[in-house]
């Protein structure tokens, strides 16, 4: 009995010997944990088409595509060419409404954001993501003004050159109308329907004798609470003088302004000056624009009025300019006389 209690004893012994023996090693010796495998990396050919797409999703905004034909597929042309197959290109400079780009002034797109990558071929790709809208409102508080999903083939075209060649877009953004404003023998232009036209003799911004039309910026179209905005608005005034025609693209030496180098849009060559007049606290600044058509001298004013920021009690922020200047420039960019249109 006394030998069964002595080999209990002994066993009981072992086993705990061996498992502090156990314990004292892991101390020494702690278990590696290993973590889990990461993704695999992009290829250098992933890696190459969503660089074209993204470069692409930056050059959106920088084409207008609601103004004139001739001066969005000069965009396209500068914009787009490296990251559009010719065969798109054509296409969408055949009919530039189709086409990605920038259909309005507010919002429009600042970028494509990519969500996935596949691959369809040995040379092709399609990249599923997201065209990101903005306003001025998002760009100061964040956030975007809206997603458009979008579905963008991309294929290889020799090398290591990837281009675009289809795009399709879920949501397309729609296009505000655009109305017609024609003088018969005389010239012609297109804004959107929303805004404010005015015809006739006696309202401001007209520095040749007729003041023809003048076209408004209505509320709404980009944020101006807390600004020293006033009113933003292009004019359209000619004159028939002699004298006036006869010195058109010098301006009046008695009128200050500052030439810049001379524009040309739809055939026509502009002379092209600034101005900033101040009265009474109020703020006016010019983009002017002249030529001279058929012995008359015409002049197409952005104007965009503003008050003294240290009149204002509280204080406001100064006023974003190209906000209001960018629309006015889509609206000039259509001005055409009956040859050009």
């Not at 889990?36 to 250098?44: L, R, Y």
């Not at 058929?294 to 922020?317: F, K, M, W």
Request: hydrophobic content about 40%; some cysteine; glycine content about 8%.
């Amino acid at each position: 009995m006394k030998k069964i209690v002595l080999g209990i004893f002994a066993v009981i012994l072992l086993v705990l010997i061996g498992a502090f023996g156990w314990y004292a090693w892991r101390i020494a010796y702690p278990a590696t944990v290993t973590p889990p495998p990461m993704g695999t990396p992009p290829s250098e050919e992933e890696v190459a088409v969503r660089g074209v797409v993204e470069n692409l999703g930056k050059a959106l905004k920088n084409v207008p595509l609601s103004g004139s034909r001739d001066v969005a597929t000069q965009a396209m042309d500068e914009q787009y060419r490296g990251y559009v197959s010719a065969a798109l290109l054509q296409r969408w400079k055949s009919d530039p409404v189709n086409a990605l780009g920038r259909l309005t002034s507010s919002p429009w797109p600042e970028r494509i954001d990519i969500l996935r990558v596949e691959r369809r071929a040995a040379t092709r790709y399609v990249v599923f993501g997201e065209v990101v809208l903005m306003t001025s409102v998002e760009l100061t508080e964040g956030g975007d003004a809206g997603r458009l999903k979008t579905e963008l083939q991309v294929d290889n075209i020799g090398g290591d050159s990837w281009v675009v060649s289809e795009v399709s877009v879920e949501n397309p953004q729609v296009v505000e109308p655009w109305s017609v404003f024609s003088r018969p023998g005389d010239f012609s232009l297109r804004y959107p329907a929303n805004f404010e036209l005015t015809e006739g003799e006696g309202f401001g911004g007209a520095n040749l004798d007729e003041s023809i039309v003048r076209i408004g910026i209505p509320d709404g179209i980009y944020t101006t609470i807390g600004t020293n905005y006033s009113e933003a608005y292009l004019v359209v005034s000619r004159s028939t003088k002699p004298e006036v025609v006869h010195t058109c693209l010098d301006f009046d030496p008695a009128y200050p302004v500052s030439k810049g180098p001379d524009v040309r849009s739809n055939g026509i060559t502009f002379r092209f000056a600034t101005t900033t007049e101040a009265a009474a606290g109020n703020i006016y600044e010019s983009a002017l624009y002249r030529t001279t058509y058929q012995s008359r001298c015409y002049e197409i004013a952005l104007v965009i009025h503003t008050g003294n920021a240290g009149n204002y009690d509280p204080p406001v922020a100064e006023f974003d300019r190209s906000l209001a200047m960018e629309p006015l420039e889509e609206i000039f960019r259509t001005f055409a006389f009956p040859l050009t249109y």
